[in-house]
């Protein structure tokens, strides 16, 4: 039993969490619990394993397959998650600062926005291919909806849109918002706009047909038909990208930066950003804004430096 308690603790964790219906959560904590296994080289895991030592190794070794910072991070947290409740159990030595060694933070360095001129060509430039103009136009109301992420995108219904307002709250945490369509996305909407009619009671009426809307939304399988979406549009875009040749990385998750940094080059507030993202914190707004760069704050450094000297 030692020598698998670790595991035995994680699995059971992760269960729990699939039948709270936390499905992307479980599925997280199973990739995670999935590479610390492989790095141990065992097929289960002991918590004398998880010492200060061995985390160190597993974090270069992360680092080695270039796993970017944050999700090093991310797996530090849930194992750190399932060690504690291990030492809540008793079935774990209680050790104090047990991580400090490891990365356990956010790095805001990952910029993931576009360059202006890029996301120009993503969201503009004739990709010559049916296929490629639909990801471009989920790709532009991705935009227009103020940075919308995928997952809210395709879980809209129906209903959620009335006299030109979508109101919805968002997947991950609730938050309840209010866009208004602009004018350049109605034609798109009717384009992309699902014309099958649920009549099922307590079935989804999606507003675009991108998942089926056979499952509940609280059904493991719905779960598994949004991944299988999220991977085929990822994919789809990189196809874009490379057919428009976009050098940058692109995946729908730099739609919301590249929003929120366009946003802040044009001057508004943090404040508003987070609001029209939908942030709880304005904390998690600045993790995703970029930068600004050399030529712009030259630039503004330029007329700071004219105003004074030309006061009168």
Not at 19 to 27: F, I, K, L
Not at 274 to 296: C, M, N, V
Request: charged share 25%.
């Amino acid at each position: 039993m030692e020598k698998n308690r670790f595991t035995i603790c994680a699995n059971s964790y992760i269960e729990s969490l699939r039948e709270e219906g936390r499905y992307s959560t479980a599925h997280v904590y199973k990739n995670a619990l999935r590479s610390f296994t492989q790095f141990c080289g065992t097929p289960s895991v002991a918590f004398y394993q998880v010492n200060r030592d061995t985390l160190k190794r597993y974090s270069n070794y992360l680092i080695a397959r270039h796993l970017k910072l944050n999700t090093i991070s991310t797996y530090m947290r849930m194992l750190r998650c399932i060690y504690n409740l291990g030492v809540d159990k008793g079935q774990a030595p209680y050790i104090h600062r047990l991580f400090r060694d490891v990365f356990t933070g956010v790095d805001t360095r990952q910029k993931k926005a576009l360059p202006v001129y890029e996301l120009h060509t993503l969201l503009y430039k004739d990709p010559q291919s049916e296929s490629l103009r639909r990801t471009q136009a989920i790709a532009n109301l991705l935009f227009q909806f103020c940075g919308m992420p995928f997952v809210d995108f395709v879980h809209l219904e129906k209903s959620n849109l009335t006299h030109g307002i979508l109101k919805y709250n968002r997947i991950k945490t609730g938050t309840p918002m209010s866009i208004e369509i602009l004018d350049t996305a109605v034609e798109t909407i009717a384009w992309l706009g699902n014309k099958h009619v649920t009549n099922h009671s307590g079935y989804p009426d999606y507003l675009f047909h991108v998942l089926s809307g056979n499952y509940k939304r609280n059904e493991e399988n719905a779960y598994k038909e949004y991944q299988s979406a999220l991977r085929r549009f990822n994919n789809q875009l990189k196809s874009l990208a490379r057919r428009l040749c976009v050098r940058s990385s692109v995946t729908s998750y730099t739609l919301r930066h590249s929003w929120a940094t366009t946003a802040k080059y044009r001057g508004t507030s943090i404040e508003m950003i987070s609001e029209l993202l939908g942030h709880r914190s304005i904390k998690t707004t600045q993790i995703y804004l970029k930068g600004f760069d050399l030529a712009e704050r030259t630039k503004v450094n330029r007329m700071n430096y004219f105003y004074v000297k030309n006061c009168r």
